[in-house]
């Protein structure tokens, strides 16, 4: 097996469970590395640290999946990770048939994303090294979750960054276009091929849950950036009056139409538009709302993004403050580990100065516990929610 040495310093991050090695920080190779071959990472003077699976040709080059030196990479150990990955979520008694199965890095599998939609899963390979074990993995899966099919959603940056050569489709049954989930007491229609991530955001689950504590009869709330209407739903459901879901893509809005048909829910308002656009408009007819969901795409993909992304940031929560009635509520979303959640509250504070809104933060929510994070890798928690309540 390759044996990879990292520069001095490296080691520690690494015996403290942390799995990536850039690539930087390797001092030395037995050889002359392969795209995707299993690797032995050693510190400085030859100690065993983990082991792992090498891209050289990426900023992270090595992702280690093992840092017992009992416990070699093998087959076994990948069917063993997404059965021990299946059993931590039956024991978080999950409200509802759709969930995220695997979490790539938050599992102990790097690169690979596996989401549960009733009989049918969406599947996503973001690294070379991942995609070798392939076959294994829907195996295993097929074993496990009986399917009546399985979708792979590619990832078109990681397929240019990592080289690989796979192709978004059904590899396994059927996958109809459109499948229906439930989640506590709304159903949804998930179209899983063309959907954004893997069809359905089911990190915001308890955010979607929390925003019903908020709203009162009557209340006139709004969702932006709304996908296929999650946020709006939910507030529909706890006794809104009028509803506004905002979102630029059509296609999202049409499933957030049926969504609400699909519920028997009315008084919700669909508009095609861009978000900054819209929130300007609405300031400037003097509208204002009761709740107010802003829940942006990644702004930041990478850390020379954030300052612009914060920039981004703040101007929705200068618009978000003004549209807020006193009393109302706002709440601002990251998905990004590059924007922090004191990030957020930077710029909600800095917001608050500029439009003269005193708030109080009343929550933060964070990605379900079925996208775990693991407290020795930062980058595992990427979804940051501040609810704030304008006083």
Known sequence: MLQVRVKPGVEDRIRGFFPWVYKGEIASFSRKPKKGELVVVRDVSGKFLGYGYINPEVNIAIRILSFNKDEPI???????????????????????????????????????????????????????????????????????????????????????????????????????????????????????????????????????????????????????????????????????????????????????????????????????????????????????FDVIIIDPPSFAKNKAAVPNALRGYKELCVRGLKLAKSGGYLAIFSCSFHITEQHLLDVLLQASYDVRRQVRVIAKTFQDLDHPWILQMPNTLYLKGVWVEVI
């Open 74 to 288: 093998s087959e076994e150990l990948i069917r063993k990770r997404i059965k021990e990955a299946y059993e931590y979520r039956k024991r978080l008694y999950i409200n509802s048939n759709a969930y995220r199965l695997v979490h790539s890095e938050g599992d102990l599998l790097p690169g690979l994303i596996v989401d549960v939609y009733g009989n049918y899963l969406a599947v996503e390979f973001t690294t070379y090294g991942m995609n070798q074990f392939r076959e294994t993995i829907i195996e295993t899966l097929v074993e496990l979750l009986k399917p009546k099919g399985i979708y792979e959603k590619v990832n078109e940056i990681a397929k240019r960054v990592e080289g690989l050569e796979v192709e978004e489709g059904t590899i396994y049954g059927e996958v109809p276009e459109e499948v229906i989930i439930w989640e506590h007491d709304l159903k949804y229609y998930i179209n899983i091929p063309q959907g954004q991530k893997t069809g359905f955001f089911l990190d915001q689950r308890n955010a979607r849950k929390f925003v019903r504590s908020l709203v009162e009869p009557g209340d006139r709330c709004l969702d932006v950036f709304c996908h296929t209407g999650g946020f709006a739903l939910n507030m529909k459901r706890a006794g809104a009056g009028e509803v506004i879901g905002v979102d630029i893509s059509e296609l999202a809005l049409k499933e957030a139409q049926k969504n609400a048909e699909l519920n028997g829910l009315t008084g919700i308002k669909w508009v095609k538009a861009n978000a900054f656009d819209f929130l300007r408009e609405m300031s400037k007819k003097g509208e204002k």
